[in-house]
Each structure stands twice: as structure tokens, then as C-alpha cells.
């Protein structure tokens, strides 16, 4: 008996993030990858159709999305043809040590956010003790004119009042990296991916459950202090995280 062998869809039918979105990115990273170069037609809305096993009507999402970004054009009766390869938007990397974390953000201004209530400081167990108490700031990171991040950040009061007016002004990594006499006995990173919920979409400028990276930083002090707790979420399309796991020649220089 003859076995009929089903391609597997590349579509996640799990996934939160919208349908059309999905089959946006597939189609997307075959033009990156060479698939369909400038100038090519790409596979009918039939076959794209059959191929995702999504409706007519999410393919026709799907493409109109690239046709505004200016990948793909439709011609009545001819097709659809590739018009550009689309640019690399990945240029945020993850940092994987202190001095990396610190650099980018060094010089950064926050668009600090007003809020009513700071929201219930949640300590993880290896996270360090925490202090008697935390100044909180909600803020947006900006590239430009674009945001980049939404920064959540907790700093342990007898930090925050050495120096409240650059708190007030800078990110606070990046505060807490210029002090001459504080010893840090750790920092470290948790990433995590997830989708974007209503808030985070509006201050991003991003689909809702569009998806997200999320890192949590905590750094504590030589006693085991907390003294800095970060929830930063990035948009999904600008992080990458690069892990140099092993380099011969590294190695053997």
C-alpha cells in the first residue's frame, strides 16, 4: 500500500500570533534566502493557499503586508514578483556579559512613562535578598524616532538616592555601571520569547501578539542584595543573540 506523505505546514497552529502574520514571515524568509529572486514570480495564491492550509483570504493578507513594505507587487492577470529583498532588521544584539549589556546603553535617554502604581516586585529565590525597598520606572527605549524596548526596572532605594538625578535621566544599568564604589558580585540575563499583548503593541508600535523577546536582568551586590531588577521586551523582529560556542583559532591564539 502506497504511503501519502504530507508536507508538514510551516505555520505553528499553536502559535498566538495571527495566521496571515506567519505566512508574511514565511514568504519573507524565502526571499531571503533566495528562493524567488528580484524580479521573480512567486507561487500562486493557490498553491500558497494549499501549501500554509490557511483561506484564500489570510494569503491575500500575507501579501498585501509585503506589498506595503515594498517586497512583493501584484499584476492583474500576471502574478505576483518579487520587487526588493527585504533588509536584515536584527541589528539589536543581546548582551552575554557586563560590558556588552552596559555599552549600547550608555548613553541612551528614556522616554520615562508616568504611572499610578508600580506593579508587586516578584524575587525569584536565586535572585539575591531583597533590599528594604525599590524606586521603580516604567520607560521606553528609543532608536530614532522608533521604540525599541519597554523597560520595566526595579533599583534598591540606597542605590537609587546616591544619585537620583541620573536616574532621572539615564538607563539605569547604566547608572549603576559609573559607580566608583560598588562592587557587583553578579549579573545576569534570563531571554525568553512571547507575544505582545495590548500595552506592550501600543508602546512598541507593534501587531498585537506580535512576538517578542523577553530578558530579565537582576544584579546583585557583594552581601547578596538585589540592588537592580530589569523586564525589558524587545520586538521580535530586532534581537538576536550571538553565543560564541566554541573558535579554534581563538582557542590556539
Not at 30 to 43: D, T
Not at 46 to 57: D, G, M, P, S
Not at 202 to 227: K, Q
Not at 238 to 249: D, K, S
Request: proline content about 5%; some cysteine; charged content about 25%.
Amino acid at each position: 500500500m502506497k504511503k501519502t506523505i504530507r508536507r508538514k505546514s510551516e505555520l505553528d497552529a499553536h502559535n498566538r500570533v495571527p495566521r496571515y502574520l506567519q505566512v508574511a514571515s514565511a514568504l519573507r524568509q524565502r526571499i531571503k534566502n533566495g528562493k524567488w529572486a528580484v524580479g521573480e514570480k512567486i507561487a500562486t495564491l493557490e498553491t500558497l493557499e494549499q501549501e500554509f492550509q490557511v483561506a484564500r483570504v489570510t494569503v491575500r493578507q500575507a501579501i498585501d503586508l509585503l506589498q506595503s513594505e515594498g517586497i512583493l507587487r501584484s499584476h492583474q492577470g500576471k502574478g505576483t514578483f518579487v520587487t526588493r529583498v527585504p533588509e536584515s532588521r536584527r541589528w539589536l544584539e543581546l548582551a552575554t556579559d557586563w560590558d556588552e549589556m552596559v555599552r549600547p546603553i550608555k548613553h541612551n535617554v528614556p522616554r520615562f512613562l508616568q504611572i499610578e502604581h508600580a506593579p508587586t516586585l516578584r524575587v525569584e529565590p536565586d535572585e539575591g535578598e531583597p533590599a528594604s525597598g525599590y524606586m521603580f520606572f516604567r520607560s521606553i527605549q528609543m532608536r530614532g524616532e522608533d521604540p525599541y524596548a519597554l523597560a520595566d526596572v526595579y533599583v534598591a532605594d540606597h542605590i537609587y538616592n546616591q544619585a537620583p538625578a541620573e536616574f532621572g535621566k539615564h538607563a539605569a544599568l547604566a547608572v549603576i555601571a559609573e559607580f566608583p564604589d560598588l562592587e557587583i558580585a553578579r549579573a545576569h540575563q534570563i531571554l525568553t520569547i512571547g507575544a505582545a499583548d495590548v500595552e506592550v503593541a501600543e508602546h512598541l508600535e507593534i501587531d498585537l501578539n506580535a512576538p517578542v523577546a523577553e530578558a530579565r536582568c537582576f544584579v546583585t551586590d557583594t552581601e547578596g542584595v538585589l540592588i537592580y531588577l530589569g523586564e525589558i521586551i524587545y520586538p521580535g523582529d530586532c534581537v538576536q543573540l550571538n553565543i560564541e560556542l566554541f573558535n579554534r583559532g581563538q582557542n590556539e591564539g
